[in-house]
């Protein structure tokens, strides 16, 4: 059974840092894409915007607008790893963060034909 599972969320000054953590289980295919979406409070889950995305055959990532600059994804192969560490954090910024995984990153910073959503992980920022 696939699982994917967030950690690393919590409340942070404007200006601040996070790091998010995902630890995928029993995941089979070969290449895929892994990332992050969000949800905004108030918004609808059709309202989840796409944050960033790796690839895992050339690790090549894509950013939201919103996010470009001042986020980063990376992995760790042998700890079937992703991270997304964010800098320089905004009130806009808060919302849950969800590790998915897709068939490919699209452009826009996220998964495409998602197979896997993990529970979320909420980050508030705000002083």
């Known amino acids: 059974q696939v699982q994917l599972v967030e950690s690393g969320g919590g409340l942070v000054q404007p200006g601040g840092s996070l790091r998010l953590s995902c630890t995928a289980s029993?995941?089979?295919?070969?290449?895929?894409?892994i990332g992050w979406f969000r949800q905004a409070p108030g918004k609808e889950r059709e309202g989840r915007d796409g944050?960033?995305?790796?690839?895992?055959?050339?690790?090549?990532?894509t950013y939201a607008d919103p996010v470009k600059g001042r986020f980063t994804i990376s992995r760790d192969k042998d700890k079937n790893t992703v991270y997304l560490h964010m800098n320089n954090l905004k009130p806009e910024d808060t919302a849950v963060y969800y590790c998915?995984?897709?068939?490919?990153?699209?452009?826009?910073?996220?998964?495409?034909?998602?197979?896997?959503w993990g529970e979320g992980t909420l980050v508030t920022v705000s002083s």
């Open positions: 998915v995984t897709g068939t490919y990153c699209t452009d826009f910073g996220f998964p495409t034909a998602v197979h896997y």
């Open positions: 029993g995941f089979t295919k070969d290449n895929y894409a």
């Open positions: 944050v960033s995305c790796i690839s895992s055959s050339d690790g090549t990532t």
